[in-house]
T-cell receptor, first 111, second 118 residues
């Protein structure tokens, strides 16, 4: 069965700090992984996705994620966060036909 | 492009009534739409997968007679919460996958509908 774990429930950072949000998955099929962001009062938006190829994926707004197959991980990173990055971040794995989400990590960036 | 809308954005109803939520893909055709439920501080839980012109596929534990899904066209799916109870209060989110994207294509999410049952 597929599952996604996000161990950080709430992360608080100062502006310009570096960010890394953990994501571990479990899925026996072809791995397609996603990070979504949900800004306050807005809908889910795709940050980046991994389907195949280079395990280091770059997304929008300076985010990147690295797929490490041996660790079943797909951690999200950003070298320098901004106040506008305050949001909820969801990792997801594509199952046979649909997405399975982690519980989300709330990021609060302090100006 | 790839915009998904939901209506209404917020609804309050009395216990025992039924509520219909619409999900529309505004600028693309969606053969498949998905309905999720999100509890406070929890993940999105898939409720059902809706394919245009056929019956929806419900996830385990989701009552199909309570959560009626209709996907009558390539741009519209509806979720009707029948005989709503306070425990049905939640945030309902739909997503849509483009007809041209194949079975593992990107899903585009609607803004969600906050349902409160009194």
């Amino acid at each position: 069965a597929q599952s996604v774990s996000q161990h950080n429930h709430h992360v608080i950072l100062s502006e310009a700090a570096s960010l890394e949000l953990g994501c571990n998955y479990s899925y026996g099929g072809t791995v397609n992984l996603f990070w979504y962001v949900q800004y306050p009062g807005q809908h889910l938006q795709l940050l980046l996705k991994y389907f195949s190829g280079d395990p280091l994926v770059k997304g929008i707004k300076g985010f990147e994620a690295e797929f490490i197959k041996s660790k079943f991980s797909f951690n999200l990173r950003k070298p320098s966060v901004q106040w506008s990055d305050t949001a909820e971040y969801f990792c997801a794995v594509m199952g046979a036909n649909n997405l399975f989400f982690g519980t989300g990590t709330r990021l609060t960036v302090i100006p | 492009g790839a915009v998904v809308s939901q209506h209404p954005s917020r609804v309050i109803c009395k216990s025992g009534t039924s509520v219909k939520i619409e999900c529309r893909s505004l600028d693309f055709q969606a053969t498949t739409m998905f309905w999720y439920r999100q509890f406070p501080k929890q993940s999105l839980m898939l409720m059902a997968t809706s394919n245009e012109g056929s019956k929806a596929t419900y996830e385990q534990g989701v009552e199909k007679d309570k959560f009626l899904i209709n996907h009558a066209s390539l741009t519209l799916s509806t979720l009707t919460v029948t005989s709503a109870h306070p425990e049905d209060s939640s945030f309902y989110i739909c997503s849509a996958r483009a007809a041209t994207s194949g079975g593992r294509g990107e899903q585009f999410f609607g803004p969600g509908t906050r349902l409160t049952v009194l």
